[in-house]
């Protein structure tokens, strides 16, 4: 029996059937054209408030708050949120399954090839998936292991990923171990053997993190997958918090697998993602839900997950778009100016209470900052400043730690820093009363 799209491709319909929905000149596409044609370097850029001015109007943000958990999920700029709006409704203009199947569905290859080209791997290598969380968990739940088999992560990994493993413990008898790293580090030798040293002859797998989430550490990727990959151990490197934040290519890396959630750093839609799988170990990685043994060496199997809207993915195009008239670079050196305008003045404040988990070293870091006030917990003080200031931010409450995360944008303001500032000065001089 031919499934419901071979049947559906036998129809012949209508040319306007088939037509690819109608593209409108967005009204936000002038600013569009301001961003793309600035070619000022990164350094000077960081600080060109005009500039950043112009990007900020890209956005539809409510500016009677102030969101500094950009890290957890962004807000995307009006032109990607038309985009899914336009596929959207052109989803439920026509039937569905012509819609969806048989026009849109193919327009997301273009959407690959870009995403791929843009961080220098094949198109081949790179599934479009829902989040980071999905991501990894295809490797993390994708690998065989046996009963005795140890998987090694570190205590900072983010919560769902060791949760993964730890279902995974419970289940098939596999054994999780966790490390510990130094908060902050600047010592990428010094990581290196941490996990070099934790390594043992049962190790099978490792998951690492590119960018800690509740810190913003960067961490050597290269070098720890090469050490790793030496000894026989294949690395998972969760990307959630690098892709799109700091400028870096894939290939670089020399990884085989990377999970990313481009709703954070990219400014995609809400619920949407990358796998990037090196070409050689695709057949080897069994897909979340099941796919035919045909397709065992594609990447796309790992797309499988039933009926699903197209819009989102296909915005993912305008997102990129976007992102590229930023420039990698220059959007790296905003978000490292930006937590280093926060985090400096903090820093300097007379009562030397303020500690700060992250380095500033530009090596280690970039946007994202966590910090500590001693004498008020983290979490006391996150909900004062939203309930009070109606300013976001995300507490950090860690067996090794405590601090308030703070994530800054590009369309975050100076003004919007200062803000965030004063506040936490007051709260520091007077209390939370």
């Avoid at 046996?146 to 570190?154: F, H, S, Y």
């Avoid at 989430?213 to 960067?218: A, D, E, L, R, S």
Wanted: hydrophobic share 40%; with cysteine.
């Amino acid at each position: 029996m031919p499934d419901r799209r071979a049947f559906l491709g036998s129809l012949a319909l209508p040319a306007a059937a088939l037509a690819l929905p109608r593209v409108e000149l967005a009204p936000f596409s002038g600013v569009l054209a301001e961003i793309e044609g600035y070619d000022a370097p990164p350094d000077q850029a960081a600080t060109d408030e005009d500039f950043w001015a112009v990007v900020a109007r890209a956005f539809t943000v409510d500016r009677s708050v102030i969101n500094l958990n950009n890290g957890g999920v962004s807000p995307s700029p009006a032109l990607v949120q038309d985009a899914v709006k336009r596929h959207l409704d052109f989803s439920n203009s026509c039937p569905p399954p012509v819609s969806l199947w048989r026009i849109l569905e193919p327009q997301k290859e273009g959407v690959r090839d870009r995403l791929a080209r843009h961080w220098g791997v094949s198109p081949d290598e790179v599934a479009i998936t829902r989040n980071s969380s999905e991501s990894l968990q295809i490797c993390q739940l994708g690998l065989d292991l046996k009963r005795g088999d140890e998987i090694l992560c570190c205590t900072q990994d983010y919560p769902r990923m060791i949760t993964t493993f730890k279902q995974r413990e419970r289940r098939e008898g596999v054994v999780l171990r966790q490390i510990q790293l130094p908060i902050p580090s600047e010592d990428p030798d010094d990581i290196v053997r941490r996990y070099a040293h934790a390594i043992t002859p049962a190790t099978r797998l490792m998951l690492m993190s590119h960018v800690i989430n509740i810190t913003g550490q960067v961490l050597p990727v290269r070098p720890v997958v090469a050490m790793a990959r030496q000894r026989g151990v294949p690395v998972i490197v969760d990307g959630a918090h690098a892709l799109a934040q700091i400028a870096f290519k894939l290939a670089d890396l020399d990884c085989d697998y990377y999970g990313v959630s481009l709703h954070k750093w990219l400014f995609a839609p809400h619920g949407t993602g990358l796998l990037y799988v090196r070409k050689d170990k695709i057949p080897g990685l069994w897909p979340m839900q099941a796919a035919d043994e045909k397709a065992a060496g594609d990447i796309r199997k790992f797309e499988e997950i039933g009926t699903h809207p197209a819009a989102p993915f296909l915005a993912i195009g305008e997102a990129l778009t976007f992102h590229q008239a930023i420039g990698d670079a220059r959007k790296e050196a905003r978000l490292r100016h930006m937590r280093d305008t926060w985090a400096m003045r903090l820093l300097a404040h007379r009562s030397g209470r303020v500690r700060l988990h992250t380095s500033l070293d530009p090596r280690f870091s970039c946007a994202i900052g966590t910090v500590q006030i001693d004498g008020i917990e983290s979490d006391k003080l996150g909900d004062w400043l939203w309930s009070t200031r109606r300013i976001l931010t995300t507490p950090i409450k860690h067996p090794e730690f405590e601090g308030l995360r703070v994530t800054a944008s590009v369309y975050t303001t100076l003004e919007e820093l200062d803000r965030f500032c004063s506040a936490v000065e007051h709260a520091i001089e007077k209390g939370l009363g």
